[in-house]
């Protein structure tokens, strides 16, 4: 379901994988000891870039950003810090989605910014 046989030409091709990435999220938010998503987080990141970068789908897009929010909602509740890894593969895909985002999915890309920047130290961002 996360690999479509037909690939991933659009972000309607994301929509089962998505479903099943919501239950593992969701099923982590009620179990406490399951660190699956947690292990598989750097790959699950990369899922979702994948994604965000395929032909748009509005829908599927909405429903992109809602497995966002709902895996950095479990990442906060867990008080987890982003690893470098996982920060690469996050912000600059995330700022660079945002900054070109329209309408509703602008602040929906937005809220994703507040969320992970909660992830990760301010000092590990570098100079300013």
């Known amino acids: 379901a996360l ?10 091709d994301a929509l089962r994988g998505i ?11 009620e179990t406490p000891e399951d ?14 870039v994948c994604f965000w970068y395929a032909k748009e789908h509005t ?9 966002g929010a709902d895996l950095l909602a479990l990442l906060s509740d867990r008080h987890y810090q982003l ?7 996050l912000f600059p895909n995330l700022i660079d989605k945002a900054s070109v985002a329209k309408g509703r999915f602008r ?22």
């Open 3 to 12: 690999f479509p046989t037909s690939g991933h030409k659009n972000q309607k």
């Open 19 to 29: 479903a099943v990435l919501k239950e593992a999220v969701a099923h982590a938010r």
């Open 35 to 48: 660190v699956a998503v947690l292990d598989q987080l750097d790959l699950l990141l990369e899922w979702m």
């Open 59 to 67: 829908t599927s897009l909405q429903a992109l950003l809602g497995l």
């Open 83 to 89: 690893l470098k890894v996982e920060a690469e593969i």
């Open 107 to 128: 602040e929906l890309f937005s809220n994703l910014i507040l969320s992970a920047a909660e992830l990760y130290p301010s000092h590990k961002y570098g100079p300013l």
